[in-house]
């Protein structure tokens, strides 16, 4: 149900921006009838500021001169100064449309999914500091849905304290000789961390507490892992653009419930000055099983207010279970 719950939330993100204006997230998943399924998700953007117009781009001599010579020297003078004092009132900041891409990072463990262009000022003064995301993944034999928030102090694209909150289910189904197992489960996680930043390199890392609940079916109250956990959770995730076209992007998580972790690597090429386009490569593994990904992922398209990321590609588990996986995120800045 919060599956569904996640693709409406989707849909919503996209209505509240058209009324106002996230690794992510995507889900990794391990194959296993009793046990946890890895979710692996994505990354927060950082990106250009805008260009702003100011009142120096309008040369009060050139004006002021132009209307006199047409209206007279006093009619003039004034006419150019109201029409100077509306234009520094009522623009701001410029809508030069989306800044180039630059740093950004996809991320495992539910951290934000993918790169962003939307203008890294709100108001034409202040840094927007709330990056909201939500996403669903799919696979052979399980799906999750995912949602989270984003808050930076100093604004999404500097330096400093930042705050991640996800949350996740996901179900995993486990063919057995007689019947179908399937294992339901809800997470969540809120990780402080801090962000660095030089030049076209980023780094972010998180610790912080980590929640599950397991709801088997069918149901074995003898399972240590029925029912709720709780532990800790780290994070990291790195991006570099070392030229223009070019980015490549990684991500890792641990966790203390079941000895979880996960990576993913990827990189991309910049197409049309659009979005970027490459492989990707990401791996999971609790005390029960492992997972691992091989694909191709779409990062940073723009549609209006909401960016969006999507891959799709082969999986495999420890369970000798192969298939396709596919995923799509969606993330907003209100």
């Known amino acids: 149900m919060l599956s569904v ?4 939330g989707t849909g919503a993100f996209g209505a509240l921006a058209q009324a106002i204006t996230v690794e992510r997230s995507s889900a990794e998943h391990s194959g296993s009838a ?10 927060d953007a950082a990106s250009d500021e805008p260009e702003d117009f100011d009142s120096g781009d309008f040369p009060p001599t050139g004006l002021e001169a132009s209307l006199e010579a047409e209206l007279g020297v006093g009619l003039g003078a004034g006419l150019a100064a109201g029409l100077k004092a509306n234009l520094d009132t009522s623009i701001p900041a410029a809508e030069a449309g989306p800044a180039p891409l630059s740093a950004d990072t996809t991320a495992l463990a539910m951290l ?3 790169p962003s262009s939307a203008p890294a000022l709100s108001g034409g003064s202040t840094a927007d500091q709330v990056l909201l995301f939500g996403g669903y993944d799919v696979w052979s034999n399980g799906s999750s849905a995912s949602a989270g928030l984003h808050w930076a102090q100093n ?4 330096d400093g304290f930042v705050v991640r909150l996800s949350l996740s289910n996901g179900a995993e189904r486990y063919q057995g ?3 179908l197992y399937t294992t339901d489960i809800f997470r969540a996680a809120i990780m402080p961390g801090w962000r660095f930043k030089a030049g076209e390199f ?8 980590d929640f599950e609940h397991h709801n088997l079916t069918p149901d074995d109250p003898a399972s240590k892992w029925r029912g709720p956990h709780a532990g800790l959770r780290v994070a990291a995730e790195a991006w570099a653009q070392p030229i223009p076209e070019l980015m490549l992007t990684t991500s890792f998580y641990a966790t203390t419930i079941a000895a979880g972790y996960g990576f993913r690597a990827a990189a991309g090429w910049r197409l049309i000055d659009a979005f970027w386009l490459g492989p990707e490569f990401s791996g999971s593994r ?4 492992r997972q691992t990904r091989l694909g191709f992922h779409l990062t940073g398209l723009v549609s209006g207010p909401l960016e969006w990321s999507a891959a799709m590609g082969y999986v ?6 192969t298939g396709s996986y596919a995923r799509l995120v969606a993330q907003l800045r209100p």
């Open 5 to 8: 719950a996640a693709v409406v």
């Open 34 to 43: 009793q046990s946890i399924a890895r979710l692996t998700g994505a990354s």
């Open 112 to 114: 934000t999914p993918f």
């Open 155 to 158: 604004g999404l694209a500097n």
């Open 177 to 179: 000789s007689r019947r």
């Open 202 to 209: 980023e780094l972010k890392l998180f610790a912080g507490a």
């Open 286 to 289: 609790d005390e029960f099983s």
């Open 316 to 321: 495999s588990d420890s369970f000798g279970r």
